[in-house]
């Protein structure tokens, strides 16, 4: 992939105005064409006057100038958090078992139903903040820590991100956290994923793509 | 589960004090013992003091004092925005082609790889809104629209949702939107998500927790 970067980049010279119309349609089944798409359309635009103008306990968030390729320029603003993002971390019990957990959501007042997650402490790993996690929030650790994915939540307007983490032989160890009450773990059967999606108090994003893909790497294992 | 709830209710008036430690696990697959669980350890805290903090262009941060039913006190921050949420739209070329976009994202400075989405506009219904997105977006609209799901981003300091739509029997049919830049529209295949979540450009949460969830519907159609 790398080499066929170098000669799109080489290709790129003598491409110029490819645009025809408003929208466009790459199939990514066309490696050398996407290739070329990539090179012409995503172009980064320029950003300047970046500050923060909005400044919390929890919170920053900051403006910028945006100014495109085509000549368009926008103000944009941003949530950028301090730190080095979150994880999110899927406890198997077995193969099929996941622990989850109730947890008070201050965001929709209401108990949400979701995976083990926390802020990476200065200094942590996201392996170690994953495993302290648990062991805080569930109860557990974990012998096996395997990275799944970074995702984002909002990249529009967020710049943080979180490490998906998948725990496995897990050991009782506890510890105490900052949560405000006890937790309530509950466990649930990834055989049943495609029901459990549905369940109303599970609304999170992350981890219902982090439970999906959880199970896919179980299963190939 | 209305029933189930009214006996658990009234069960609950013999029950006392049934936490005997930090963690509990409560099996989901045991209904009523679920039921008392929640009966217990769900009771929502009471919220007060809730003010606007800061408040910008883009977002509106709240505090407010949360009191939880163990006595203990803390203060959340939260984003509040206004309106009636967000729509994200799985357009399904045909039942394996979803057309994804790669769209300038303010919050990582990149290109990210991701499915239509859009504010929900005054009046809209998610479906109508998720008609209109695709038409400004891809340059197609749907004859058929199907919701899938409401999500949440971080229900623990965001108090935002988004509503999953899938679009079928797609049919050309464009609008301006307000797009800084034309959209690079590209195909994908749901035979092929195993992989595609693990492509680096795509790293938002809530569309690759929606193309596993449109994939389970199409393949149950």
Sequence with gaps: MISLNLVLAGLRLGLKNRQVGEKWVADDCSYLCKGLYNVDMR??????????IATT?????????????????RQYERLKPDGDGAVLVVPM??????LMIYEYSGGTHRYELALTK???????????AANRELIEEIGYGAK???FVKTMTLAP?????????????????DSAQGDEPEPLEVVKHKLSDLEELVYNQDLTEARTIA???????????Q
Excluded: C, R
Aim: no cysteine; hydrophobic share 35%; proline share 3%.
């Design 43 to 52: 172009k980064k635009p320029i950003l300047s006057n970046i500050k923060n």
């Design 57 to 73: 306990q929890f919170f920053n968030i900051q403006s910028m100038d945006v100014a495109f390729s085509n000549g368009e320029k």
């Design 93 to 98: 019990l077995d193969d099929d078992t996941v």
């Design 118 to 128: 926390g802020k990476i402490d200065a200094g942590e790993s996201p392996l170690e």
């Design 144 to 146: 096996k820590l395997s």
């Design 156 to 172: 529009g307007y967020q710049s943080n991100f979180t490490h998906i983490v998948l725990a496995q032989d897990l050991y009782e």
């Design 210 to 220: 982090a439970l999906y893909m959880a199970k896919e790497i179980i299963k190939n």
